[in-house]
């Protein structure tokens, strides 16, 4: 593969349904990063899974894992649509390098097995995205981001396409984020079962989403948008200003 373009066709294809809502943001920043030759096994925690096809999947986990898992789920059935929504730069504050190494080499495997365009969504999240919270100094690259609804398909969207069930996929010791809780609400309220799978071998279970503050308000995107850095090739990333300089001068009247 030579160009973005390409890589990003691979993930998203123009013939699956689900392709509107990939992200190509990061797809933009390849160039610095080189093809890997490794063929990565299958996460065990899958093997509980089921392949059907009223079943949306939310992946929620760090970056480089998130890929990996996106690419087994593909080979399961499921089209991977990628919606890491951050750029990269010097000093970021949320590490883009190694998921950036797996985007073309797991391309080029995707594109050797083409889906078929119902084949249902496996939606790709990086659960490093806030960055635990922290706020960044001054000089540092902030690419923190969050989802929003509109991110993703609509409950009434899913449930044309077919689907029942939405399982999240991550860690057992990570909490569903308040962003990401929002969509799975709003899912839910509008018919979809919400369920877990975790990365340590448990079972498929009924989830436990959290409400978050400011649910179904309508400013709530104005709100999580506060502090967030957004980036001229779309998608959230940009370096934080130093703080301004005091003046030499002695101030008063004659200053």
């Not at 096994?41 to 894992?65: C, K, Q, W």
């Not at 078929?116 to 706020?135: N, S």
């Not at 057992?172 to 990365?199: F, P, S």
């Not at 998608?235 to 001068?249: I, L, N």
Request: proline fraction near 10%; charge should be neutral.
């Amino acid at each position: 593969m030579e160009t973005q373009e390409e890589v990003f066709a691979a993930w998203a294809p123009e013939t699956s349904i689900w392709s509107a809502w990939a992200k190509p943001t990061l797809f933009t920043q390849l160039q610095r990063f080189r093809d890997r030759d490794e063929s990565p096994p299958p996460p065990e925690f899958l093997a509980s899974l089921e392949p059907r096809r009223d079943r949306a999947i939310v992946v929620e986990l760090p970056g480089e894992h998130s890929a990996l898992t996106g690419f087994a789920l593909a080979g399961l059935g499921w089209q991977p649509v990628p919606l890491w929504n951050s750029t990269t730069g010097p000093d970021e504050l949320v590490e883009q390098s190694p998921l950036l190494r797996q985007l073309t080499p797991l391309a080029m495997r995707l594109r050797e097995r083409p889906l078929d365009a119902a084949a249902p969504p496996a939606f790709l999240l990086d659960a490093g995205r806030d960055a635990d919270g922290f706020h960044p100094n001054p000089g540092r690259f902030d690419n923190r981001s969050i989802v929003l609804p509109h991110d993703f398909p609509s409950a009434l969207r899913l449930r044309a396409a077919g689907i029942t069930e939405v399982v999240v996929v991550n860690a057992a010791a990570k909490r569903i984020a308040d962003d990401l809780a929002h969509v799975l609400l709003a899912w839910q309220e509008g018919g979809l079962a919400i369920r877990r799978l975790t990365t340590d071998g448990g079972p498929l279970v009924d989830a436990r989403v959290p409400r978050p503050s400011r649910f179904r308000h309508a400013w709530y995107r104005c709100i999580a948008l506060l502090g967030l850095r957004r980036a001229n090739v779309g998608g959230f990333g940009a370096r934080v200003p130093q703080a301004p300089q005091p003046s030499s001068g002695r101030g008063g009247f004659y200053g």
